[in-house]
């Protein structure tokens, strides 16, 4: 099945400063790979997500890239911002079982002012 | 408003104590799934569904039971909870291509 390591468990970032969080997939047609943050004692949501056919995907402060040859994800925070602080989760999934998430195991975000 | 919904969202009881905890989306979404979070090991799926009376184990299915009786709700059942199921448990829905959405949450205490 699908493994999903994430790099790194725990990021500390002056406010201000770039994040940068890599994820790698073992499963060659898993296809889709969302990103969800989690902010202390709340549920995971939503953040961006990029599908195998595109190699960046932008939003605002957020960026995420994929690499399909080398299997592996990144998510970019730019200009962080205190608001950034959560745990933030890359995931994947195959097309055949497309509603089956793989999630990495976290990074814990720290923005310090 | 569209939503998942879970409940109870906390929930202390004792080992061998049969309990259900239930989920309920209101978008009409042909897949739910049930995951556990503890810390350092991120969101781990216990069971799915694809529509209804379809279901089928995720990576973690020891010790829990489920049903899909009807599409909007998929309950979690612990026949005879373990101290092991102590952990933050998460109901989430979608369709195909559409984002996952997730419930508020259970945090469970087995004693």
Known sequence: GENVEQHPSTLSVQEGDSAVIKCTYSDSASNYFPWYKQELGKRPQLIIDIRSNVGEKKDQRIAVTLNKTAKHFSLHITETQPEDSAVYFCAASRRASWGKLQFGAGTQVVVTP | ?111
Request: hydrophobic share 25%.
């Open chain 2, 1 to 111: 408003e569209a939503q998942v919904t879970q409940n109870p969202r906390y929930l202390i009881t004792v080992t061998g104590k049969k309990l259900t905890v239930t989920c309920s989306q209101n978008m009409n979404h042909e897949y739910m799934s049930w995951y556990r979070q503890d810390p350092g090991l991120g969101l781990r799926q216990i069971y799915y569904s694809m529509n209804v009376e379809v279901t089928d184990k995720g990576d973690v299915p020891e010790g829990y039971k489920v049903s899909r009786k009807e599409k909007r709700n998929f309950p979690l059942i612990l026949e005879s909870p373990s101290p092991n199921q102590t952990s933050l448990y998460f109901c989430a829905s979608k369709n195909r291509g559409e984002t996952q959405y997730f419930g508020p949450g259970t945090r469970l205490l087995v004693l």
